[in-house]
């Protein structure tokens, strides 16, 4: 049964002045290795956090959370299709959309882009792009007038701007008196925009969708009818309803399945991080052993004397588990604030380090995302918290058994 001076004894061979300074500073190494530890893990953790979430949000925000398509990737009857989805329990809005590869030219370059065709009112509710516009907006695409919104970077890489005009060159073949040309048109640059996500600033374009029907000659069908839901995470199951309500002849993918290896690869590293910090934590815990025993062998006496006071077996081990419990305890509530400090401000502190430093930790043109995001989630920190305290305790088992083993005859016979 655990008493009270046990806890009392055990307190203060922890604060007491040892004898022995060695042990002293392996109990400090020990208590700032948890710390590191505990800190390292709560900060990356919550950083892989950060960027899976601002990765789920910019990836959504462009793509939606579920697709309908037809055969060929061509839905004829979209507007059934449409009116049927849209009033479903679950979906917030749907729109419809074409998108083809086309050439973006101009006399002083050429670049390749995805372009999209979009309804600008229907648009701005399946997708963010309407709230990302760094110039003009959605609502500037009229239909017959050609306009055309750029990404940012696929912007700056043909060196256009608002009212500059390009040319748009399709795949599709138009067959003329001279023989088969590609199709081509002339658009004007109306807007652009910049959802901070290079894959899209770099390779996105977005038309009239009338416009878009007839320059990829699809008559009145688009490519596919995007569904915005009330519940992101609902999409897998969605998929299921509507893929047996709509029957074989239409195709329904979800965000989930587009982008799985993805975010599979996301989730993967992040448990690979944890288990690598982890052991960080593990080896300064189990530091707390070689402390506990040399402690041990330190107070053989004491040990000696409180036995023959009457202090069972059991005591002794509680006394010097108090003492191994304390420094986990301790290093693991200075791993916690400075993991919470540290997660919660790194948004603040990576840019004065970009600026003192001179450096740029994650470029855009090679980073999806080139700001360093925190997304702190109270789970991952009450897991990262019992992991650290459970270890510390059960290092301390071997070293306070090994002392409840002493004999007092044996310790004192040459005291």
């Known amino acids: 049964m655990f008493r009270p001076f046990e806890l009392f004894i055990g307190l203060r061979y922890t604060r007491a002045k040892r004898r022995n300074h060695f042990i002293s500073f392996i109990s400090l190494t020990s208590m700032l290795g948890i710390a590191v530890g505990v800190t390292a893990l709560i900060t990356v953790l919550s950083v892989m956090n950060g960027f899976e979430k601002e990765l789920r949000e910019r990836i959504l925000g462009m793509a939606s959370h579920l697709t309908i398509t037809g055969p060929g990737e061509r839905l004829e009857n979209?507007?059934?299709?449409?009116d049927q989805v849209s009033t479903r329990g679950g979906v917030v809005a749907a729109a419809p959309y074409t998108q083809s590869e086309a050439m973006l030219s101009l006399p002083?370059?050429?670049s390749g882009a995805i372009v999209r065709g979009i309804d600008p009112a229907l648009e701005a509710t399946v997708t963010d792009v309407?709230?990302?516009m760094k110039a003009g907006r959605?609502?500037?695409?009229k239909p017959g007038q050609y306009g055309i919104v750029l990404g940012s970077e696929l912007a700056d890489a043909l060196g256009v701007g608002v009212g500059d005009a390009l040319m748009l060159i399709t795949s599709n073949i138009a067959v003329t008196p001279v023989g088969a040309l590609l199709r081509e048109r002339r658009f004007t640059v109306v807007g652009l925009f910049?959802?901070?996500?290079?894959?899209f600033d770099r390779g996105t374009a977005f038309i009239q969708l009338e416009d878009a029907q007839k320059l990829?000659?699809?008559?009145?069908a688009v490519n596919g009818v995007r569904l915005q839901l009330d519940d992101m995470f609902a999409a897998p199951r969605m998929n299921r309803e509507l893929s047996a309500e709509l029957g074989s002849e239409y195709w329904v993918s979800d965000w989930t399945r587009r982008h799985a290896n993805f975010f599979r690869a996301v989730k993967t590293e992040r448990t690979a991080m944890f288990i690598i910090l982890a052991l960080i934590v593990a080896v300064a815990a189990f530091n707390i052993v070689s402390t506990l025993v040399m402690v041990v062998t330190d107070k053989q006496a004491d040990i000696a004397i409180l036995r023959t006071l009457g202090a069972s077996p059991g005591s002794v081990m509680m006394i010097f588990m108090v003492q191994g419990t304390l420094i986990g305890l301790v290093g693991t509530l200075f791993g916690l604030m400075g993991g919470l400090g540290l997660a919660l401000n790194i948004e603040t502190l990576v840019p004065w380090l970009e600026q003192t430093l001179g450096v740029h930790f994650l470029p855009a043109d090679v980073y999806y995302i080139s700001e360093l995001p925190s997304d702190v989630q109270v789970m991952d920190v009450l897991r990262i918290t019992a992991l650290s305290f459970g270890l510390s305790i059960v290092a301390t088992l071997y070293p306070a058994w090994?002392?409840?083993?002493?004999?007092?005859v044996e310790a004192l016979r040459y005291e």
Do not use: I
């Open 194 to 199: 910049e959802v901070g996500m290079y894959e």
């Open 216 to 220: 990829f000659r699809l008559g009145t």
């Open 130 to 132: 309407g709230e990302h």
């Open 78 to 82: 979209w507007r059934g299709v449409f």
């Open 402 to 408: 090994r002392a409840a083993r002493t004999q007092p």
């Open 108 to 110: 002083t370059g050429v």
């Open 138 to 141: 959605l609502d500037d695409l």
